[in-house]
């Protein structure tokens, strides 16, 4: 059973870099076509996908966010890594990971995900 299970430091101040972390555990992130995402969910909105870092590495984000979105991960500790720069509190939201496998329409495996509070 695949768990994905997101962390970070809750409270952010604004014109800061907001950095969430995913650990998963029950398999790799770097099996084959699997695309690995953040997905966020601002209070009474809906859900908004940020980008994906794919099983070769490769990473593709939401136009929306592009210029303050970095996605990483470091595979000898199966994590995925989102930084946000420059965060107002428009960015406050439920932070969410989720996978996806290539050939599959819907994401499978989700992190119950994070609150991130923007605000001075």
């Known amino acids: 059973q695949v768990q994905l299970q997101e962390s970070g430091p809750g409270l952010v101040k604004p014109s800061q870099t907001l950095s969430l972390t995913c650990t998963v555990s029950g398999g790799s992130i770097i099996g084959d076509y699997l695309y690995w995402s953040w997905i966020r969910q601002p209070p009474g909105k809906g859900l908004e996908w940020i980008g994906y870092?794919?099983?070769?590495?490769?990473?593709y984000n939401n136009p929306s966010l592009k210029s303050r979105t970095s996605m990483s991960r470091d595979t000898s500790k199966n994590q995925l890594t989102l930084q946000l720069s420059s965060v107002t509190p428009e960015d406050t939201a439920v932070y969410y990971c989720a996978r996806k496998i290539e050939y599959r329409p819907e994401f499978d495996y989700w992190g119950q995900g994070t609150q991130v509070t923007v605000s001075s």
């Open positions: 870092i794919g099983s070769n590495g490769k990473t």
